[in-house]
């Protein structure tokens, strides 16, 4: 698997996600296996204005070695100058966010949006292509919703402007996350275009990983809600695809472990008032399926301090063993 000049070991990927995939939770998913990650997604205005809060959104880890900074926005010109902003984090690739379903993105001509509109999205990809000298991608959808099915259409334009790669999430705008992917879309667009082309869209384990595979014909996959709470899916998938051996399930204490391990991490690089706030979220992901988890998902949505996060893991670990 290779975009232009970069060569990747393995194909499992892990998908930008807003408010969620930030440094700490990058960096502990390349620790067990991801082959490369992506920021959260930075508007090109606020980038461009020197918004501060991007510079920390950029910010890659020590352990990404292979990394994307991901921009989103309507305006050729501005997308170009950001992304030569981008150029100061060092990231391996400039990706451009055309497939994000949020209003607040989506309905002010980002995102998902873009999909309504082809030619626009062509042209700033020309435009960030031209201005900066690393790899060019886009994470598209389906389409807007089930009236304007155009992935293939889409991937076409941003080809012939120069995009290096295109990860499609196979479904369309309107149906968010909801329902099924569309195998079929994903694998039409790999069969349209002549770069690599990454699916994306309910991939939880090494066996949907495969069946992504099989059924797309894609170059690699990418995951993104399947990995919240559970950062080992990229070496379960690793194992299956190169080696076809199964690797077991975390113990309830290796779970525990590394989410305490994923929350310290946060800590360190915003500081514990934040990280805990943070912490709400994921601890939610982590403790899904266990013996009382309700109960301690309730109690871990008003984490205040580390501590408090220690007193109910070790609960945890001692009503489940």
């Keep these: 698997m290779k975009i232009k000049n970069i060569e990747f070991d393995d194909i499992a990927f892990l998908a930008p996600m807003a408010g969620v995939a930030d440094k700490a939770f990058r960096e502990l998913c390349v620790r067990f296996g991801a082959a490369y990650t992506v920021t959260e997604m ?76 082809p030619q626009l999205a062509g042209e700033i990809v020309k435009a960030v292509s031209s201005d900066v000298d690393i790899p060019v991608t886009a994470k598209i959808r389906k389409g807007w919703d089930k009236n304007s099915i155009n992935a293939v259409q889409m991937a076409e334009i941003l080809e012939k402007n120069g995009a290096a790669a295109i990860a499609v999430h196979g479904r369309t705008r309107k149906e968010m996350y909801s329902g ?19 699916g994306n869209g309910d991939v939880v384990d090494a066996q949907s990983a495969a069946v992504m595979l099989e059924k797309t014909n894609c170059d690699a996959v990418m995951i993104g809600r399947g990995a919240l709470g559970n950062p080992w899916v990229f070496q379960q998938i690793n194992a299956y695809l190169n080696d076809c051996t199964v690797v077991p399930l975390p113990t309830l204490t290796e779970k525990m472990t590394v989410m305490l ?3 310290k991490k946060i800590i360190e690089y915003k500081g514990e008032y934040t990280a805990m706030r943070e912490a709400r979220h994921h601890a939610a992901y982590y403790t899904k399926g266990l013996r009382g988890g309700a109960k301690f998902r309730a109690e871990m949505g008003s984490l205040e301090s580390l501590e408090q996060l220690e007193e109910i893991t070790y609960r945890i670990i001692k009503e489940n063993v």
């Design 261 to 263: 391990q994923h929350i």
């Design 42 to 117: 930075v508007s090109s205005k606020g980038l461009t204005m020197g918004d501060k809060k991007s510079a920390l959104l950029l910010t890659l880890g020590d352990e990404e070695k292979t990394a994307g900074a991901q921009i989103f926005g309507d305006n050729p010109e501005i997308m170009a100058e950001a992304a030569v902003k981008c150029l100061q984090y060092k990231p391996q690739i400039i990706d451009i966010n055309m497939g994000c379903p949020a209003p607040k993105v989506a309905m002010n001509g980002g995102g998902a949006s873009l999909m309504k509109n």
């Design 180 to 198: 099924s992917v569309d195998y079929e879309i994903i694998k039409a667009v790999k069969a349209a275009v002549g770069i690599p082309v990454i």
